[in-house]
């Protein structure tokens, strides 16, 4: 594995200075950093081949469509999908799990039927349900979080019925870090042949996901977590349930033949494709993809571990810092408040100090409202960050708490 500076070399963002200090950058749960193969990668796209896919017979447009083609593969493989078929791009996790909700609700949900989330969601795990509860008559049922920020189990099973159409959890909670027990999840969803769609939006970028192993139904991602290009994601479905799902845009592209009086869709995974498709971007995440390989998933989540256990002593040390989720199982995600200082405050010492971490409901307000607290400030680190950045983060911490006491 490369060593940290050498890293750290290979996200030429990570030397800028912000009110002349070292950039310490905590905000990866947010949008991680580029590093410079995959910028290199959309420059060449857009100097050497840019040009519409799909559509052209001149070389540029083969070239161009090629590539897409080949980032799909990357995309299969990198999550070990059985078929090309069910790999579908979109513009990020918000528009794959909105097309789900859309696309299987006007399939397979009607009045009076359940869906199952959790207390932990992010606001793209929440409202497409709600849309759809409300297109069709459907109810969502919430599985409860304890104390330490993770889902009952036992109330899971509990509101599991024959009622229940779908669950949709997340892989990993963005507001608080805790990794959800999927399997679990899945398994007992399909003892009952309920299918699961695994958010993954924080999931994918801190270790290994096979969705053959995990066996979930749908799993969606972004490209901008996981060191690729913004504006690109991904959706993964299994091909009976992509084949019984009717396109949910219509447009050029997934379209097979069209007349005024009827219209056939392409084949998958085309039909879920409309429009000109941010292939710049596809063949970015593929770029990135081939990276987190190069540095290993396996060393990225060791590392990661190493971080979250380093910050999370520095951090016990801090009188009047509050975690919160304080499950076992977690990214490197640390989710606080300090006493009595209001998140943006700290939020905006902190930046002063070159300090970027996020403040506030992490788009998880459900979550927020279940602690009783308006949000949180949140460092979300991952393997190009460092134990001094760690100890620069504590010291800025305590010059929080010594200003505003
Ligand atoms: N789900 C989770 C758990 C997230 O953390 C995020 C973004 O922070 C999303 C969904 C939405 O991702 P995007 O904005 O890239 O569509």
Not at 120 to 139: F, S, T, Y
């Amino acid at each position: 594995m490369k060593n940290i500076a050498e890293i750290r070399a290979d996200f030429p963002i990570l030397n800028t200075k912000v009110y002349g200090k070292p950039l310490v950058y905590f905000d990866n749960g947010a949008t991680t950093q580029k590093p410079q193969c995959v910028i290199d990668t959309m420059n060449e796209v857009y100097t050497t081949y840019n040009a519409n896919i799909h559509r052209g017979v001149h070389a540029i447009s083969d070239r161009a469509s090629e590539e897409y083609e080949k980032a799909r593969e990357k995309v299969r493989s990198f999550i070990n999908a059985d078929k090309r078929e069910e790999i579908v791009f979109t513009s990020g996790t918000t528009a794959s799990i909105n097309a789900v909700a859309f696309s299987f609700g006007e399939r397979f949900i009607k009045k009076g039927d359940e869906i199952i989330i959790s207390n932990l969601e992010h606001h793209a795990n929440i409202v497409p349900w709600q849309m759809m509860c409300d297109r069709k008559g459907a109810k969502l049922k919430i599985i409860p979080v304890n104390d330490n920020g993770e889902i009952i189990p036992e109330e899971y099973h509990k509101i599991l019925s024959a009622k229940t159409r779908l669950v949709a959890v997340t892989q990993v909670s963005n507001a608080l870090g805790t990794i959800l027990p999927v399997n679990e999840i899945i398994e007992a969803a399909h003892a009952m042949n309920i299918p699961v769609l695994i958010d993954g939006a924080q999931g994918i970028q801190h270790g290994v996901t096979d969705v053959e192993k995990l066996d979930c139904d749908f799993y969606a991602f972004s490209g901008h977590k996981i060191y690729g290009p913004t504006g690109i994601g991904v959706l993964y479905g299994k091909e009976k349930w992509l084949t019984d799902m009717p396109p949910y845009q219509g447009g050029g592209d997934m379209v097979e033949n069209v007349t005024f009086e009827k219209t056939t869709y392409n084949e998958l995974p085309f039909k879920f494709e409309a429009g000109t498709m941010n292939f710049p971007g596809a063949i970015g995440l593929g770029t990135a993809l081939d990276y987190v390989l190069s540095i290993g998933r396996e060393n990225i989540a060791a590392r990661e571990q190493e971080l979250l256990e380093y910050a999370a002593t520095r951090l016990a040390g801090i009188k009047g810092l509050k975690i919160y989720g304080n499950s076992p199982a977690k990214i490197s995600t640390i989710s606080f408040l300090l006493n009595n200082i209001h998140q943006y405050d700290t939020g905006m010492v902190l930046d002063k100090l070159g300090i970027a971490v996020r403040t506030g409901t992490h788009c998880a307000q459900p979550v927020m409202d279940r602690f009783g607290i308006d949000g949180t400030v949140r460092a979300s680190m991952c393997f190009y960050n460092t134990k001094e950045e760690i100890n620069i983060l504590g010291t800025g911490i305590e010059k929080v708490i010594s200003m505003f006491s």
